[in-house]
């Protein structure tokens, strides 16, 4: 991979890690209920589960989908119908002082998502495609991606997280969170709409 292409795979993995997702939008709202610091086992587990995805795909998983393409159709309706039952889970939590039974996403948990995690498929697919050369070393090519996008998610996850955590303490009052939960659901909802319009 020459430097103009690695840079141009920083940028491409620092704007589609920064857009907003279904990661995004939950850090967000976990950030909101949970604080930063309960939110760290979420984050971390984005910054290792994505990557190891997008090594995964670089090392030969993507050709299974091309050969068992119902592969790819089953796992875009599964991941969809989770994004939505995690809709549904946002739009229903409450401030976690309140809860006890509110807990936020554990590492394990973050690592398996983005398994399910369709935008997360489209993206590393696409890095993929775009920034490594067939030709090259698979381990090396795919290991520069995904090694990239561990500092992509690094930044993004920080970021939202912080933008949750700062929306969470405006918001003083049970309705108030409320309400941020369900618009935070519906974003996360919507979000899987594109998936079914590629």
Same mark, same amino acid.
Request: aromatic content about 12%; charged content about 10%; hydrophobic content about 55%.
């Given at each position: 991979?020459?430097e103009?292409?690695?840079w141009?795979l920083?940028?491409f993995?620092?704007?589609?890690?920064c857009?907003?997702?279904p990661?995004?939008?939950?850090?967000?709202?976990?950030?909101?209920?949970?604080?930063?610091?309960?939110?760290?086992?979420?984050?971390l587990?984005i910054?290792?589960g994505?990557?190891?995805?997008?090594l995964?795909?670089?090392?030969?998983?993507?050709?299974?989908?091309?050969?068992?393409p119902?592969?790819?159709?089953?796992?875009?309706? $599964? =991941?969809?119908?989770?994004?939505l039952?995690? &809709?549904?889970?946002?739009? !229903?939590?409450?401030? *976690? %002082?309140?809860?006890?039974?509110?807990?936020p996403?554990?590492?394990?948990q973050?690592?398996a998502?983005?398994?399910?995690n369709?935008?997360?498929?489209?993206?590393?697919?696409g890095?993929?495609s775009?920034?490594?050369?067939?030709?090259?070393?698979?381990?090396?090519?795919?290991?520069?991606?995904?090694?990239?996008?561990?500092?992509?998610?690094?930044?993004?996850?920080?970021?939202?997280?912080?933008?949750g955590?700062? $929306? =969470?303490?405006l918001?003083?009052?049970?309705? &108030?969170?409320?309400l941020? !939960?369900?618009i935070? *659901? %519906?974003?996360?909802?919507?979000s899987?709409?594109?998936?079914f319009?590629?």
């Open positions: 991979m020459n103009t292409l690695f141009a920083i940028g993995a620092l704007i589609v890690s857009t907003p997702g990661n995004n939008a939950m850090l967000t709202a976990s950030g909101a209920n949970f604080g930063f610091r309960r939110s760290i086992p979420h984050m587990g910054n290792v994505f990557p190891a995805m997008v995964a795909i670089g090392l030969g998983l993507g050709t299974v989908f091309q050969a068992v119902w592969l790819h159709t089953a796992l875009k309706y $599964i =991941g969809a119908a989770y994004l039952f995690l &809709a549904w889970k946002i739009a !229903n939590a409450g401030r *976690a %002082a309140g809860r006890e039974t509110a807990k996403f554990t590492f394990l973050a690592v998502f983005q398994w399910v369709v935008k997360g498929w489209i993206n590393a697919v890095a993929l775009a920034y490594t050369d067939p030709a090259g070393d698979a381990f090396g090519e795919a290991g520069r991606v995904a090694l990239v996008y561990v500092g992509a998610t690094i930044v993004s996850n920080t970021l939202w997280c912080g933008f955590v700062a $929306i =969470g303490r918001l003083k009052t049970e309705r &108030a969170l409320r941020f !939960n369900w935070m *659901a %519906a974003a996360l909802a919507a899987i709409i594109p998936v319009l590629v």
